[in-house]
C-alpha cells in the first residue's frame, strides 16, 4: 500500500538543515527513554539504524515542514510501546529506505543482518500494495499482506505502528485523499488490529478514520460527549468511591479505572439502532484489575452485592476466551440514579493482553526469552488464513474466506453478477435484497440460492449466490419484519408499510365519509379550498386532527366514526347555505336498510384494498359469504362472515362500529379459507388429496395434521385460496371423488 506520506515528500531547503537536523535528534532522544527494556547492545544496534535511516531521508520533508526522519521514529516509538524487539524497532526505523532512499536489500543484510533486512523487504512490499474497491484486486492484495505476515508477525504490528502515525498526522495531508485512506483503514487495518488483540490501537484507528470520514458529525458528537462527560462526572466519582469502598471493607486490592466508549462506537451504535445521542446509555464504564484469576470472582460477587445485576448482561470471556485471546469478566450493573454502568474485572496479565494482543508477547519476553504461549493469541488466527491461502486458488473465492476470519460477524454473499455484499450473520433473503436497492426488496416475489429456489426467510451462508426474482405489482408483507436482520431492511419495511397503510386507508376513510354524507343528504365532500375551507378547519378542531388526510386516515383505521363525523359536516355545511336533497336521503337509508342513528353506505370490496382492509382470520369471509364489516379501533376494517361467532360477540357490545360491506361483481384476486378432509390413512393419500386441489386450480398455502397419533380416519385441514364459492365448491367435489377422503367440508369457527 502507498503510504500516506510518500507522497508528501520533497527537498528541503539548504538553509533549513540546522532546525532540522536538531529536531529529529529531539525526536530519537524521546524514543531513546522508552528503550530501557532493551540490552545495551541492542539500544546501540537501534541507534546504528538511526543514523542510517536519517542519512538516508537527508534533504526530505514531510507536508508540515518537520524532517522526514521524525516519521520513522514515531513508527518506531510506537513499536517500543508495545515492547517489540530491537530486530522490529530498527525495520521501523528503515521500513521507507528501500523504495524511498534507493537502499539495497543487499545493504541492509551487510549492515544489519538478514532477519532486519527481511522485515523491511516485507514492508517495502506491503506499501506497495493498493487497495482497490474492485474486489480482485483486494483479494490479491490481500494474499500478499497475508504472506508477509506469514514469515513474520512484526510485519504487520510495524504497519499498524506506521498506518497509526499517518492517521494522526493526516491532518497535513491534501484532503482529496482522506476518504480512500480512512475507509482503507476502516475497512481493512483497524479489523486485523481488533483480531490481533491490539485493542487501544483498533480504537485508536477507528476513530481517527471516523475524524477525517464524517468530519462534521465527528465535531458535533465530540461537542456532545464533552458535554455529557460534565454532566457525568459526580457519578462516575461516586461510583469509582463507592466501588473502592466496598472492596477495602473485603480486603481486596484493585485498581479501578473510568472507561469510555470511543466517538466511533457511539456513532456505530447510534447509526445501526437508529438512536439520538441521549438514548446511548451505555458510554461510561469501568475496569477493575485485581491480582489473580479467582479474585475476578470474587469481585463479580462484590459488585453484585453493591449493585443489582441486569438480566442477561453478564458474559465470561475469562473461562471461553474470545478469539484474539481477550479474557476478561462483563457485567452491567444498576448503578445510582438508576444508571446502567458495564463492569469488566480481568487480572494484570488479562488486561495486557486486552490492550497489547498479539503484542503482549513481546511485553512478557523480558521474563520468559523462549516462551511463546502469548504469540499463540495472534498465530492461531493467522495460521487459519495461511490454510486457506494454500487451499484456496480462486482470487475471490480467497477473499470471502480471509473476510469471514476479519470480520467474524459478517456474513459475504453474491449477487449473479458477482458484487459481493456484506451482511450481519443470520441475514436472510429478505435483507439482502434490500441491500441491493430498496425497490429491489419492495417488489420481491421469490429467490433463487445457488439456483435452487428457496424461502425468502432462508438464513444465507458465506458464498452464497442469491438472485431476486421481483414483480411490479408486489408489496412489502408485514409477516417480513418477523425475520429480517439488518436495520436497513427493518425500516423500509416499515417505513413502505407505514406509507401504504396511509394512502389506503385514506381511500377508504375518504370512501366511508363520502357514503356517510350521502346518507345526510350532500352527494359528495365539499372541496379542502375555496369557500369550504372554513368549514373543514371547524371540523379538524372538532376531530382534533391535523389536516383532512389525516382525519380521512383516522376514519378508514377506525379511530374516528364516519357517521358521526358526517353528521357533524353536514351541520357545519348547513350553517354556509348547502341544503340536504331529502330524496338522497331516503334512497340511501332505503338501500342499506339502516335507522337514522346508525346508516354509513354500503361499502364495496373487490380485494384490492391493501392494509386498511382485514379478513378475519377466523372466518375466513370469500366473495358469496354474506359479510359484515368491523372498524376497529386502530386496526382499520375487519371483515366477517355473517355467521361468525367473533363478529357476533363484538356486535353485542359494539354495535355502533360495524358497518354494511358487499362484494364488488368482480374481484381482483384470490381469497384464503379453510377446508377439512378426512381420509381413510394409508400410503400416498396426502399427496392424493393435495393433487386433487390443484387440479381443482386451488393452492395450499397451509397445510395442519394435528399432534394426534395416526388412526383409521384422520382430519387434514388445509387453508387454501379460492376466487370464490363456487370455486370453492368445485374443490370439495374434485376431493370428494378422490379415493380414501370420506369427507370433504369448508371448516367453520365453533360457535360459544
Known sequence: MSSVDHSALHPAPGTDSEPVSSAAAASFAALENKLEYLSAADIE?????????DEAHLG?????????????????????????????????????AIEDCGVTKEELVRHFGAPVAELVDGLTKLEKLEFDTREQNQAESFRKMLLAMAKDVRVILVKLADRTHNMRTMGDMPRAKWARISSETLEIYAPIAHRLGLNFTYRELQDLAFRHLHPWRYEVLSKALNKSRNRRRDLISRVEQEV??????????????????????????????????SQVTDIYGFRIVVPDLSDCYTGLGVLHQLYKPVPGKFRDYVAIPKVNGYQSLHTTLIGPFGTNIEFQLRTHAMDVVAESGVAAHWLYKANEPNSDTTQRLGT??????????????DAA?????IKIDLFPDAVYVFTPKSKILSLPRGATVMDFAYAIHSDVGNHTVSARINGEQRPLRTELNNGDVVEIVTKDSAEPNPAWLSFVKTGRARSKIRHH???????????LGERMLTQALRSEGIAALPAEDGEYKATWEKLLRFSSNKSRDELLSDIGM?????????????????????KPDALLISTERYASGQDDSTAQGVVTLDGSEGLSVQYGRCCKPIPGDRIVGYLGRGEGLVIHADDCPTARRLKSRDSERFLEVEWAEETVRSFDTSIVVTVSNGKG????????IGAAEADITHVDMGDDAAQTATDIRFSISVRDRVHLAEVLRSLKRTTSVIKAQRYKPVKH
Open 45 to 53: 544496534n537501534v541507534r546504528q539504524a538511526y543514523r542510517f535511516a
Open 60 to 96: 526530505q520533508l514531510r507536508k508540515n515542514g518537520d524532517p522526514y526522519i521524525t516519521h520513522p521514529i514515531a513508527v518506531a516509538a510506537q513499536c517500543a510501546e508495545w515492547k517489540l524487539d530491537a530486530q522490529a524497532l530498527m525495520a521501523a526505523l528503515m521500513h521507507d
Open 244 to 277: 473502592q469502598t466496598v472492596f477495602d471493607q473485603h480486603g481486596m486490592d484493585m485498581r479501578i479505572m473510568g472507561r469510555e466508549k470511543t466517538l466511533f462506537s457511539v456513532y456505530r451504535k447510534m447509526d445501526s439502532k437508529h438512536l439520538s445521542f
Open 380 to 393: 492461531q488466527w493467522l495460521q487459519s488464513l495461511l490454510d486457506i491461502q494454500q487451499e484456496t486458488h
Open 397 to 401: 473465492e480467497f477473499w470471502d474466506h
Open 497 to 507: 408499510l407505514k406509507t401504504a397503510a396511509q394512502e389506503q386507508s385514506n381511500v
Open 558 to 578: 377506525g379511530k374516528r366514526i364516519a357517521n358521526m363525523v358526517g353528521k357533524k359536516l353536514a351541520v357545519l355545511l348547513s350553517e354556509t347555505g348547502l
Open 685 to 692: 393419500v396426502l399427496a392424493r388429496v393435495a393433487s386433487a
